[in-house]
């Protein structure tokens, strides 16, 4: 299915909005940022400048360690690499080693030792422990320049990106300005380069299973690239392909380890006196191995096409770029090959990105996290853009909609795919968060509602697709927070973003867990016991957050609970409990259905259908979505008047079962086209009278909102009436695609009208029976905690 892409406006040509935005004093939004580990290091904003004899000599560097409660002391390290000499191979040397213990904030010095001109990254490391065996870290990046005068100053890691993009700019427009129809675009990007065949034989394969790795479309050049080229896309590969032109690219992980390039967007371009010829574009496989056939037509007097690529980091679900200049998107080109003939071959060989070489980690924290939420998540968010590295902090811009990244969580998966879930959760609401935003730690207590839900979901996402060690680790490396076994004295479990994130991770993951007796780990005689009816996060995702909202956990938690079959809705009601969670009636948005569905035979069976129902036939277009909400506001009030009328509740079990069927077809293409063939009905004569039958029935004993909400339903009904299934399913498609750029309706399971609130209140006081006198399988009471 193809999605909208969101791009992020270049922030250049936006300044003045920005500007307008403060000088008028509006209120700036907050953003999602992550948890804030225990103790943090503090670099000034302005640090030492000076000189140097002959460029060598000692410089110090002062910093501040800021403590939290739970600290009693902290290392620290640094490590001293050249970033002029091969940064595609970036390797660190230890520079200094120190420990400070706690007190409300520390000071030292690193003194760093040089020999000479150059440029430079100090790279400053902190970790620390704190109770039950739970660590933390944090990390600093600064680039020290020193010119041949001995001339020192340091630098951000988003300055030095700047300012080595305005170089690339600057040669671009003097080359530019000297011959103006010779536009040199090569000089706006990075360098490629080939890798050798020693690092060829270490390249391993992403611990993704073969079955789950997903291919993406790729981008096309940006149009600040286009205007100074020219598209010969179209043409490039008719009426004879030629020329084989293919390659691989891989990039060097923050572990050390060597691994392919992912689904980065390649460019061919043929280099042209007058203009380079853009040729196409593909995305890399997971193994990094890209190729495209083109013809050789060259021009008028040419003697072969000129071939070079050039590989980006964005596609149409993810990018990440530096957010300043003329195309601020990460590029790399390769070397030309010239006047090439009909039947050549053009192998590149295996090939990285030469300058700037963390970014390509992060790009492959994104396209793992996208990857994940597609294939585990069963649902594509769409384009998430991304700015690295950034200055003003790691997390979710909701202004510019991208997630900033700070230069040094290129060895911060975890922290990267936290903000990833952020961005998932922001267009899973429609764009929106019930999160105030602002900083926060995992022992903060008791948290905003929202804060927490919103920090909880992006912690238990991340959980969900790096599984491997249970905690949120800021630096991979390093002891981090442990979720799997999360310890904290908060016992108010909607409240803590560490309580939301274990509930999440605990329903979704195989190890079984118990309190052991400490009440800071769990509620007592409970446990998190469900591996063998684990949540799929498919469920979660896609059939309960997307396209709905909650302003909090217990929200979730409610429509989550109406969506799980009874095998895995018991234990997840269990872990909610365990994680110290207010737990309210699980599903009381879909009550009605649950009751009635237990004088089925198959009650699990019978939900699931009119589930498919829902989601294949009602939830992709407006007119769905609103009958949906209807049913959910009004399903106290009808499961009330289903206990008290025997007759009218056998015949919403017709209704019911027939939808589930139908539902059950939708998602069984064969089936459905057999039933389609027949021509009949949607709604047959018997099924027709029932829908009236209980229309009239809940019309004449219903509060004044249902009646008003019954007659929506009527409207609907009077258009489905006498449509076969082929012509349904052709009226469907037809108002999704007119539909398909207007807001969607919120899903809203928890919000109901006054008589259902009302009867919500009866069914859980006073334990009503079914009419054949067994007792009613109601949700459990609030429990307090």
Request: glycine content about 8%; aromatic content about 8%; some cysteine.
């Amino acid at each position: 299915m193809l999605v909208e892409v969101r791009r992020a406006r270049n922030r250049k040509t936006s300044v003045l909005w920005m500007s307008i935005l403060m000088l008028l004093c509006l209120p700036m939004v907050a953003y999602s940022v992550p948890p804030t580990p225990p103790a943090t290091i503090i670099l000034e904003e302005k640090l030492p400048e000076g000189r140097l004899e002959a460029g060598k000599g000692e410089i110090a560097l002062p910093l501040q360690v800021r403590f939290g409660p739970q600290v009693k002391g902290v290392k620290l390290s640094a490590l001293l690499s050249r970033a002029d000499k091969d940064p595609a191979l970036l390797k660190g040397n230890p520079l200094w080693r120190g420990e400070l213990t706690a007190g409300r904030q520390q000071g030292a010095k690193i003194p760093i030792k040089v020999e000479g001109p150059g440029t430079y990254i100090i790279d400053i490391r902190l970790q620390g422990e704190i109770a039950e065996g739970n660590g933390f870290s944090d990390r600093k990046i600064r680039y020290l320049l020193i010119n041949e005068k001995g001339e020192f100053r340091f630098l951000t890691a988003k300055e030095f990106v700047r300012e080595k993009r305005l170089e690339r700019e600057e040669r671009f427009h003097q080359q530019l300005s000297k011959a103006p129809d010779k536009p040199d675009i090569r000089l706006l990007f990075l360098n490629s380069k080939p890798v050798g065949e020693e690092i060829v034989k270490q390249i391993k394969p992403h611990d993704v299973p073969e079955a789950q790795r997903l291919l993406v479309r790729p981008s096309r050049p940006s149009e600040e690239i286009l205007k100074y080229a020219k598209d010969q896309s179209s043409q490039a590969w008719a009426p004879e392909d030629p020329i084989t032109v293919r390659g691989r690219l891989t990039f060097l992980d923050y572990d050390g380890v060597w691994r392919p390039l992912v689904n980065v967007s390649v460019y061919l371009w043929d280099d042209d006196t007058f203009g380079d010829d853009y040729l196409g574009s593909v995305a890399t496989d997971w193994n990094g191995n890209w190729s495209f056939t083109v013809n050789n037509d060259d021009g008028w007097l040419q003697d072969g096409r000129d071939i070079y690529y050039s590989f980006a980091l964005e596609n149409t679900r993810i990018r990440v770029q530096d957010c300043d200049g003329i195309d601020s998107t990460y590029e790399w080109s390769s070397a030309t090959h010239d006047n090439l003939s009909d039947g050549t071959v053009l192998d590149f060989g295996t090939e990285t990105g030469v300058e700037h070489p963390l970014t390509m980690q992060i790009w492959n924290h994104l396209n793992l996290a996208w990857n994940h939420a597609v294939t585990a998540g069963g649902q594509d968010p769409g384009f998430v853009d991304s700015c690295y590295p950034e200055d003003g902090g790691t997390h979710w811009d909701r202004t510019w909609e991208e997630i900033d990244i700070e230069a040094e969580f290129n060895d911060g998966p975890d922290v990267v795919t936290h903000e990833y879930g952020h961005a998932v959760m922001w267009y899973a609401y429609d764009e929106d968060n019930p999160s105030p935003g602002g900083a926060h730690t995992f022992d903060d207590c008791p948290q905003n509602a929202g804060l927490a839900w919103s920090e909880g979901w992006a912690s238990g996402f991340m959980l969900s697709a790096r599984p491997a060690d249970g905690a949120y680790t800021w630096h991979e490396g390093t002891p981090g927070r442990n979720i799997e076994n999360f310890n904290s004295a908060c016992q108010t479990g909607d409240r803590n973003e560490g309580r939301v994130a274990a509930a999440i991770n605990d329903m979704r993951d195989s190890p079984n867990d118990c309190n052991g007796g400490d009440l800071n780990r769990g509620r007592t005689d409970n446990c998190d016991n469900n591996n063998a009816n684990r949540v799929p996060l498919s469920t979660m995702l896609h059939d309960t957050l997307w396209g709905s909202w909650h302003n909090n956990v217990m929200e979730f938690w409610t429509s989550l609970s109406g969506e799980l079959p009874t095998t895995q809705r018991t234990p997840a009601h269990e872990i909610m409990y365990y994680n110290w969670m207010p737990v309210t009636e699980p599903g009381s948005g879909c009550m009605a259905s649950k009751i009635a569905a237990q004088k089925s035979r198959n009650p699990d069976a019978l939900l699931g259908g009119l589930r498919a129902f829902r989601d294949q036939a009602l939830r992709g277009f407006a007119g769905g979505q609103q009958i949906i909400n209807i049913y959910y506001r009004n399903s106290p009030e009808m499961a009330l008047m289903l206990l008290r009328n025997p007759t009218l509740l056998e015949r919403s079990l017709e209704v019911m079962n027939y939808f589930s069927n139908v539902g059950r077809m939708l998602t069984d293409q064969r089936a459905m086209e057999k039933f389609a063939a027949t021509d009949q009905p949607l709604l047959n004569d018997k099924i027709n009278a029932a829908v009236e039958e209980i229309l009239a029935a809940m019309d004449k004993a219903g509060s004044a909102e249902l009646q008003q909400d019954l007659l929506q339903v009527r409207q609907m009904l009077d258009k489905l009436r006498g449509l076969s299934v082929g012509q349904l399913q052709g009226k469907l498609i037809q108002t999704k695609q007119k539909q398909a750029s207007v807001s969607r309706h919120r899903l809203q399971q928890s919000s109901f009208n006054p008589g259902s609130a009302e009867a919500l209140k009866t069914l859980l006081e006073k334990k009503p029976v079914l009419p054949d006198q067994k007792t009613l399988r109601l949700p459990p009471r609030i429990i307090k905690p």
